[in-house]
Structures are given as structure tokens and as C-alpha cells.
């Protein structure tokens, strides 16, 4: 089963995110912040990560360069979360190594046409 790591602090959208890709088929792993993102990137070796920006302890740009700089986790694929839907908010998350980017509040069928792009075979 393909496993989603997300890394949400607000309880209301990691809630809601995870329930929707579960049923969906997604196995879920859940972080409240960047630090324990970073760490559970290491110790969950999801398939994908859906990283929130705007994140306590570590945010979300500094918490995906770090996993992208790690040669254990460099190649999960980072899908950045973001209310700011700014061309520039989108040049500094892949800036920072995030290898696609969507907008709050998530659209769910475009989230997982993002999803099944970045894993190809390995989704669902």
C-alpha cells in the first residue's frame, strides 16, 4: 500500500486530508510540524509527502530542504501545501526542493492527479 506522510499542523485540515486519501486507498503517517516531519520522513520511508509551508518548530520550506539534502529520504517526492497561491509562493517551494505544489483548500481530484503523476505505477 503506497503511505502519505502529512505534515499539517492544523488539526481540522490533517483530519479531513487523511480521512479523504484513506479512502482513497492511501496508507497515512501524520505530523504536526516540520521537526517531526522531517524525522518521520526518516523513520516512515513514506512514498510521498504532502507538506504544509506554514508549519511550527520547522516550516515547511526549511523542514522539505532538509529532506531533500538527506540521501535517505531525497527521493520522496514533496507535494508543498500552501493557502498562498502566489506564482512566487510556487517558485520558492520548488525552490526549496518540493517537487510539486497546491493550493488550500486542497481539490481533491486535482491532488490526486498530482499524486498519481509524482509515484506513476506505485499510486493506490
Known amino acids: 500500500m503506497t503511505k502519505i506522510l502529512i505534515v499539517e499542523d492544523n488539526e481540522m ?4 486530508l487523511s480521512r479523504r486519501l484513506a479512502r482513497q486507498g492511501f496508507e ?6 516540520g521537526k517531526q516531519g522531517v524525522d518521520m520522513a526518516v523513520s ?4 510521498l ?3 504544509d509551508m506554514s508549519l ?3 516550516n515547511g520550506w526549511e523542514a522539505t530542504e532538509k529532506v531533500k539534502s538527506n540521501p ?5 517526492p514533496v507535494i508543498a501545501l500552501t493557502a498562498h497561491a502566489m506564482a512566487e509562493d510556487r517558485e520558492k517551494c520548488i525552490a526549496a526542493g518540493c517537487d ?8 481533491l481530484p486535482r491532488l490526486l492527479d498530482k499524486i498519481k503523476t509524482l509515484l506513476g505505477a506505485k499510486a493506490g
Do not use: W
Open 49 to 51: 509527502i504532502l507538506m
Open 44 to 47: 516512515e520511508k513514506p512514498d
Open 28 to 33: 497515512i503517517a501524520l505530523a504536526v510540524d
Open 13 to 16: 485540515n490533517r483530519d479531513m
Open 56 to 58: 511550527p518548530v520547522l
Open 72 to 76: 535517505a529520504t531525497r527521493e520522496i
Open 100 to 107: 510539486d505544489f497546491d493550493t488550500k483548500p486542497v481539490d
